[in-house]
């Protein structure tokens, strides 16, 4: 077993990259929001009172892409080269893909995963008002199955 990486008995740091070749890297990461179908209705008939969900979704999920070192301590800033955050629809539910690019020396999977959570929960806040029952609880909302779906590293760009 190698030893410990980022956290040991001398105290925390940041690992060392600077040895590692820049390659293409994409992480592609989703989960799901369910909501009650009448929530979904409203989302794709754009009649949600706060305003265009998934454009606010998309906006929170770069944004949140973007500052992945700030809410991750340990993670390297990564000079991202596209961010594309997508949405599939079912009945009772959204499913949020979250998909990072970048030629770097380490991986671009946490900033996925951390674009892809920031979006479910945007859409959360922009239909509380319609997911709370009547004392202000969400028995059905829920986000869940959120993982990384693929990893890619190469040495020739896609």
Known sequence: MKGLTHVDEKGVKMVEIGHKDVVYRRA??????????????????????????????????????????????????IPLTGVDITFEFGEDYIEVTC????????????????????????????????????????PYTRIEEVRVVEKVKSYNSQ
């Open 99 to 138: 998909e990072v690019r970048a030629y770097y020396k380490t991986g671009v999977e946490m900033e996925a995963l951390t674009g892809a959570t920031v979006a479910l929960l945007t859409i959360w806040d922009m239909v509380k008002a319609v997911e709370k029952d009547e004392r202000g609880q969400y």
């Open 28 to 77: 592609v990461a989703r989960g799901r929001i369910r909501l009650k179908p009448e929530t979904v209705k409203l989302i794709r008939e754009g009649k949600i009172e706060k305003g265009n969900v998934l454009a606010a979704a998309q906006i929170a999920g770069i944004l949140a892409v973007k500052r992945t070192p700030e809410l991750i301590p340990l993670c390297h800033p």
